[in-house]
T-cell receptor, first 114, second 114 residues
Framework: DGGITQSPKYLFRKEGQNVTLSCEQNLNHDAMYWYRQDPGQGLRLIYYSQIVNDFQKGDIAEGYSVSREKKESFPLTVTSAQKNPTAFYLC?????????????FGSGTQLSVL | AQSVTQLDSQVPVFEEAPVELRCNYSSSVSVYLFWYVQYPNQGLQLLLKYLSGSTLVKGINGFEAEFNKSQTSFHLRKPSVHISDTAEYFCAVKAQGGSEKLVFGKGTKLTVNP
C-alpha cells in the first residue's frame, strides 16, 4: 500500500538529548513537510523540502534540523536546543506545489520529555 | 501573509443534527481554501477544497463548504451528522500564485453524541 510511514509512534526524550523522528513515503512525492501540533494550536510548519538535497525553514525551525538525502525519506531531529519539544509531530508529502497540491499525512509521532 | 480563524474550538452536537463549523480568513491576495479532518491519533485527510468557480464545494462524507469572498469565510456544513464524524476539523488557506505555504487554523473539535 502506498503511503507515509512515521516511526516511532511514541518517543521519549531525556534532558539534553537529541532524538530523530523518521518519515518515509512511497508515493513518489517531491515535496515533504514536518508540522508540529500542540493542543488547541493547530499545525505549525517546522521545515519543508521540495526536492532532494534541498530544504527550507518553516515558521518554527529553531531547535530542529532535517535532511533530505533520498526522495523517500525526510527525518526530523529534535535537538537539545528545543526547550519545549513535547508535541505531536506530523509528516506530510505532496506531489507538487500549486493550487492542486494535496497533502498526504502520516499517523504522527507523539514526543514527550522524561 | 495569510491567517485563518476558526471561531469555535469545540462543537458538541447530537447525532442526525445539522452542523456548521465556522472559518474566516485574512489575506491581501486571492486564496485557495481547504478543510482537513483529523480522526483521533491519526494524521489529517483532505475533506474538500475551493480553488475557483462555484462557491459551493462538496467533499467526502457528505460535507460541503461555501466560499463567501465578501465575508472572507469558508464555513463547513453537514445536514445530518453521524457518531463517526467525531474528529477535529482544520480550515487552511494558501495564497494563489508562487510557492506559498498552507496556513492552518487552530482546529475545531466536533463531538457527535448519541
Amino acid at each position: 500500500d502506498g503511503g507515509i510511514t512515521q516511526s516511532p509512534k511514541y518517543l521519549f526524550r531525556k534532558e539534553g538529548q537529541n532524538v530523530t523522528l523518521s518519515c518515509e513515503q512511497n508515493l513518489n512525492h517531491d515535496a515533504m513537510y514536518w508540522y508540529r501540533q500542540d493542543p488547541g494550536q493547530g499545525l505549525r510548519l517546522i521545515y519543508y523540502s521540495q526536492i532532494v538535497n534541498d530544504f527550507q525553514k518553516g515558521d518554527i525551525a529553531e531547535g530542529y534540523s532535517v535532511s533530505r538525502e533520498k526522495k523517500e525519506s525526510f527525518p526530523l531531529t529534535v535537538t537539545s536546543a528545543q526547550k519545549n519539544p513535547t508535541a505531536f509531530y506530523l509528516c506530510a508529502s505532496s506531489i507538487a506545489r500549486g493550487p492542486n497540491e494535496k497533502l498526504f499525512f502520516g499517523s504522527g509521532t507523539q514526543l514527550s520529555v522524561l | 501573509a495569510q491567517s485563518v480563524t476558526q471561531l469555535d474550538s469545540q462543537v458538541p452536537v447530537f447525532e442526525e443534527a445539522p452542523v456548521e463549523l465556522r472559518c474566516n480568513y485574512s489575506s491581501s491576495v486571492s486564496v485557495y481554501l481547504f478543510w482537513y479532518v483529523q480522526y483521533p491519533n491519526q494524521g489529517l485527510q483532505l475533506l474538500l477544497k475551493y480553488l475557483s468557480g462555484s462557491t459551493l464545494v462538496k467533499g467526502i462524507n457528505g460535507f460541503e463548504a461555501e466560499f463567501n469572498k465578501s465575508q472572507t469565510s469558508f464555513h463547513l456544513r453537514k445536514p445530518s451528522v453521524h457518531i463517526s464524524d467525531t474528529a477535529e476539523y482544520f480550515c487552511a488557506v494558501k495564497a494563489q500564485g508562487g510557492s506559498e505555504k498552507l496556513v492552518f487554523g487552530k482546529g475545531t473539535k466536533l463531538t457527535v453524541n448519541p
